[in-house]
């Protein structure tokens, strides 16, 4: 089992940045593809951002292509999203998640999931 806790989230003014941080407990991390998804008022939770196990792969939105990057330590039980240029349509609360398939995009794959970090950019 893996339990996952995101940190990071804040209030940043538009076309600034911000790193969410995804801690992981347990010792098979290295084995979960990762993920980042978010959900904003009134919508459906979506992807933004995933890496495979080994961080050889990764996917992003056409939304947040260019401007988010997600990197992985698997030694310190960690993945990362960093987030440039942000703008007021980023707003939403931000998820990480953990699974074993290679649909790394696919939100119905993931069944380890965080709290959630809210992220909110003002214009």
């Known amino acids: 089992q893996v339990q996952l806790v995101e940190s990071g989230g804040g209030l940043v003014q538009a076309g600034g940045s911000l790193r969410l941080f995804c801690a992981a407990s347990g010792r098979t991390f290295s084995s979960y593809a990762m993920g980042w998804f978010r959900q904003a008022p009134g919508k459906e939770r979506e992807f933004v951002a995933a890496?495979?196990?080994?961080?050889?792969?990764?996917e992003y939105a056409d939304s947040v292509k260019g401007r988010f990057t997600i990197s992985r330590e698997n030694a310190n039980n960690t993945v990362y999203l960093q987030m440039n240029s942000l703008k007021p349509e980023d707003t939403a609360v931000y998820f990480c998640?953990?699974?074993?398939?290679?649909?790394?995009?696919?939100?119905?794959?993931?069944?380890?999931w965080g709290q959630g970090t809210q992220v909110t950019v003002s214009s």
């Open positions: 998640a953990a699974q074993t398939t290679s649909y790394i995009s696919r939100l119905r794959d993931y069944y380890y």
């Open positions: 890496i495979t196990a080994n961080g050889g792969r990764t």
